[in-house]
């Protein structure tokens, strides 16, 4: 079992990250990853040139930890491997890739779905989209929060 | 005191501020900072808004020391 949580100030690369869960997941039958990609356009369809995550000085990784743990105590799976970005993205660079692997598929789907619903309402960070509306602040959605709801 | 702020509240206030709210409340110290700064109060009065002292979130009804060092966090979001 191992656990992966991490702050990412510089470039959030998938496949490096996907290259090195499937290494540590020899004897596995599933991967499972998601890749978040920061949108180019806002919820209303207005432009968005980058985004700016800000995060906490410690409850930040503290979160991270916590998700993945949890993550890993709650669904059959042997890895789980979470990657945050921080700082400036801009618009069609990753921000976030979360994945398990698992000796069978459905456990790893569940735990990777399940962490993109803990990220997306209970990680501390501040999101704000800077684009054509000007700088806006970005806060969970009802349907976010109802995804998080799912899990108890 | 301290008092800091993440997200939208550092925007309407500042990323940090010095008070003298020994003796108060949570509570007290959010009106406090809403009649100081109205801008913050939708931000600052939601209770989706935590405080926050030590890296452990506080009660509205958590009394404030001189040495505590208190941050206020907005509504999070990642992914």
Known sequence: MSVVARLEEQVLRPEQELAALIDQ????GAVVSFTGIARPHSKNGVTVHRLVLEHHPSLTRQSLEEIAVEAA????VSHVRVV???GEVLAGE???FAAAAAPHRRAAFEAADYLMDRLKTDAVFWKKEIGGAGPQWIEPTAADFADRERWG | MKVLFYGCLADAIGPELTVDASGCSIAQLRDRLIAEHPTAQEALGSNRTRACIRDAIVHDHHVVDRTD????LPPVSGG
Not at chain 2, 69 to 72: A, C, Q, Y
């Open chain 1, 73 to 76: 105590a709650r669904f059959e």
């Open chain 1, 84 to 86: 945050h970005r921080c």
């Open chain 1, 94 to 96: 990753p921000i976030v």
């Open chain 2, 69 to 72: 060092v208190v941050e206020f």
């Open chain 1, 25 to 28: 997941a020899s004897g596995d």
